[in-house]
């Protein structure tokens, strides 16, 4: 049998070589070290917060070391493909500060090393395939018409996945398999003008019995089985699978190191075949665990349905892309949180990013800590920053706090900016949604009662106290000034006005000048807990502060004559 003759055959529009598709993929020039990596989904439509980690270490990768960070969109398999995938990936990236150098874009493709689409590279696969054919190392496996139909019926392909299957059963199987390699020269002329359809398989080559040697960045040394099953490298429509189209890829797009899901490990001795086969040099791989998460007192990989894993859910609830990416740098490199702790402003690009420092088992979503993170990430944005994204938010997601912030923006800011500049900054929002039910008592149209009086006061005391605060009330005196007031309140009402005492005498007053406060409080902002109260009433204003100090006597009073009727 002429193996050359049975690739012309299945093959004869195909002139081009290999050599000839390599003249169109030159060598990449780049400084000595730089990485080549990409991310290489397939536009399934559905966009995991996994995927930021892949993401996330081939961009730092490329461009940490002058290199190039591309978009290869893994379109072969048409039935998963779901309309604006592609576009909605890109943009997510975009709005986590990833973008891509090279690849396919949504206004079309930039570089050279196009398509970026394996859809439109099967002229690419079957020059490859044809060579292999030709050299002996793979060969057509045809299926008539009604076995075709039959097939599309049936889901074997899951059948087959699924079955138990019993030792004799498959050697048999294998074995059945493996006469199709002996496919002659007329064989292959009778199914072609037949019309049937054929799939190449690679011819393998390999002994189950031997291992040989793989290095992962991540895992480091592994020794695997050898590959000794034909699987398949083109379908029957000519779509490549993914085995055989990465390897013609990476190769092609000179990727230098390969960032994947550990999904694909089980695979390396297939992939370690196909590049010796191909003749082409292996790229470095590291294989990411699965992104798992506490179920209980174990770990659970974090799946589809779990909360927190579509990716879409963390702009909706408000998490700033910058506290997403600081929280998987985290997760990441396990000396990212000194880094940071050192240099609390610094941009996280700064930060060596670097493969030794990940862990083998894979990171742990947690929400207390992503939410930590958050709130220290939002603490150190300046006013101008938080307000600009928050109102972006809001735009999208709460148009009544977007009209509020929008519609008096200098009021908004002096809001935002309570808190934030020192050297311990407030830490009160881990996401934007958190910012309204803050905020919401500066303005009169969202303020209201949320505590009431603790009932152990008596409101005539209150009363009082409130009285003479909206007496004396002058905004501008100063918080210390300010302060002396409020002890001459609780002076005159018997109240303690040193903390000390009262500490340790506290039978002998009503309450002390800390309580005086909170009924001001109260009053100015309907809740027991609130930025510091001599800021709130500057922003706020002095008439505004006393109208609502009023509302509030008055309120006591109604309370008290409804108890006396
Ligand atoms: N298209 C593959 C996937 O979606 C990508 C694997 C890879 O990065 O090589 O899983």
Redesign the pocket.
Known sequence: MSFETIAELLYPDITETPADIEAKFPRRVLPEGAKVTRL???PTGFMHFGTLFPALIDERLAHQSGGVFYLRI?DTDAKREVKGAEQDLIDTLAYYHIFFDEGATADGEIGIYGPYRQSKRAHIYQVFAKDLIRRGLAYPCFTSESEYEQLKESDKKAELMNKVWDPEELAKEKEQLRAGRNITEEEVRAHLAAGDRFIIRILADGDPNKKIPFTDLVRGKLEIPENDEDFVLLKSDGIPT?HFA?AIDDHLMGTTH?V??EE?LPSIAKHLMLFRYLGFPLPKYLHLSQLMKMDGNSKKKLSKRDKGAALSDYKAEGYPAESVIEYVMTLLNSNFEDWRRANPEADYTKFPFSIKKMSVSGCLFDYDKLNDVSKNTISLMSTEKVYSDLSTWAKTYDTELYELLTENPDYAKKILAIGRGGKKPRKDFAVWRDVKPYLSFFYDTLFKMEDDFPAQFSSHDIKQALTLFAKRYQPDTGNSVWFDGIKAIADEIGFASDMKEYKQNPEAYPGSVADVSMFIRLAVTGRMNSPDLYEVMQILGKERTLHRINAAIERLEHVQETKEA
């Open positions: 290489a989904p397939s893994e993914y990465h390969v994947r899901a694909w």
